[in-house]
């Protein structure tokens, strides 16, 4: 299988397939707040599809869906001229028309939105007031109660206009690229992804005609792009040209990103390409299977690895860190991070902590854990582990180094159903 083969499986790999389920959610809850606001039984006037969603960058196991429901101009000055907090009145009417609807169904008001929490994915609602310009005006609860102006209208305007000038080229890579924040735990969020993609494009029109066969490329080129970025508060946002705020540093993953690219578009092994694309893409990415050597010994070998996205959708938004202490008789040696950093492989025989160094995932939220035992040594003794476990509720995860191969511990941070943040480091034992 050609590496262009390979990108254009992972292409229809990210296609939403419940994008049905979908759009029959946003229909009822359309319908049912045009019935209490609008006196009308339509399920899509008044309503539109924002976020990754509208711009069509979404991909297969989105988790985080939202749109924008228009509230008549009577009902936007009733609220703004409420004494208090017109926005918290506002959230919470919306709420109760939904609950009415929806009333065995985890439904939230918070800030801006009303979310409806399904059980694969949640429907963030923005109720607003579309002004003369065809902007939306919404309330925001804290601080007493604010109004403010959001334009998606020509956000996903400038997005289409690109994406057609380059081909389709600039929604595969906002999708790719959604693939490889989710995989690697990169917190930032979709409208900020989709800004990188288009800034890239603007500035290298040479990919405007790309083909998969070209994708290799094209992908070492994105990432060498991202790591290059400066370090700065926000982005402005293609279209709207509003701030798009970035509280994360990503460029150093997305070197690392580029650096495996670079071996990824190099390698003439297809079990080897298709091993490094998906350390950077995720499971989404195609697996080519080694040919195996003996028929009754590949068929003795269990995998038990288990992966977080078939029980917790995929929402990375956060930022969170985990590093480990190498013990040797119950005396601190070294922390593994360090020890990687100068290149050093762990003797066995030794004791382990994996413990969450730092963490801007709001409480509350559940940590579980994955530590991943791979290589020749691993299924020699049939025991490729990779099962997902909960903390114990210290935060850490303790493990002793037993045998050789290129390990790693995951760690995951999931808040209302989702996981919104995670780490990986990896456990090289000699």
């Not at 595969?172 to 989709?194: E, F, H, P, S, T």
Request: glycine share 6%; charged share 25%; aromatic share 10%.
């Amino acid at each position: 299988m050609s590496q262009a083969s390979l990108f254009k499986e992972f292409r229809a790999n990210l296609t939403v397939a419940n994008a049905e389920a979908i759009s029959i959610s946003y229909n009822n809850i359309t319908a049912r707040l045009n019935k209490d606001y609008w006196d009308s039984e339509s399920d899509v006037y008044h309503s539109m599809k924002i976020g990754s969603w509208g711009r069509h960058t979404a991909i297969n196991g989105v988790s985080d869906l939202d749109m924008v429901f228009e509230i008549p101009e009577d009902d936007y000055n009733r609220y703004k001229n409420l004494q208090g907090n017109g926005p918290s009145t506002m959230l919470r009417e919306v709420k109760e028309c939904l609950q009415a609807r929806y009333p065995t169904t985890l439904i939230k008001a918070d800030g801006q939105i009303v979310g409806v929490f399904f059980k694969d994915y949640r429907v963030e609602v923005l109720p607003a007031f579309r002004d003369a310009d065809d902007n939306y005006v919404h309330g925001d609860t804290n601080n007493g109660g604010t109004w403010k102006t959001t334009k998606p209208r020509p956000e996903i305007a400038a997005v289409n206009a690109l994406d057609k000038l380059a081909n389709g080229n600039l929604k595969q890579v906002c999708k790719m690229l959604r693939a490889w924040k989710n995989q690697n735990g990169v917190g930032i969020g979709g409208l900020l992804v989709d800004t990188f993609a288009y800034n890239f494009f603007v500035e290298n029109d040479e990919y405007h005609s790309a083909a998969f066969s070209n994708y290799p490329d094209l992908m070492v080129s994105v990432f060498a792009y991202l790591g290059g970025l400066p370090f700065q508060d926000y982005w402005y946002a293609p279209g709207s040209n509003q701030r798009v705020k970035c509280k994360t540093k990503f460029q150093a993953k997305a070197r690392k990103a580029a650096a495996k690219s670079e071996l990824a578009s190099k390698a003439e092994d297809e079990v080897e390409q298709s091993k490094l694309w998906r350390q950077i893409f995720g499971p989404l990415f195609p697996k080519v299977e080694a040919v195996a050597k003996s028929a009754v010994l590949a068929e003795s070998i269990v995998d038990h690895e288990e992966f977080i996205e078939d029980t917790a959708p995929l929402d990375i938004r956060y930022d969170i860190e985990i590093d480990c202490e190498v013990k040797q008789a119950n005396v601190l040696t070294d922390l593994l991070r360090t020890m990687r950093k100068s290149g050093k492989r762990l003797p066995t025989g030794r004791h382990l902590r994996f413990f969450v160094r730092s963490s801007d995932v709001p409480p509350p939220y559940l940590l579980k854990w994955k530590v991943r035992n791979r290589g020749a040594e691993a299924r020699r003794r049939n025991m490729l582990r990779g099962e997902i476990s909960p903390d114990g509720g210290q935060s850490q995860r303790l493990e002793s180094t037993s045998f050789a191969g290129d390990h790693y511990v995951e760690v995951y941070a999931i808040k209302d159903g989702y996981t919104v943040a995670r780490d990986r480091i990896s456990v090289p034992i000699e």
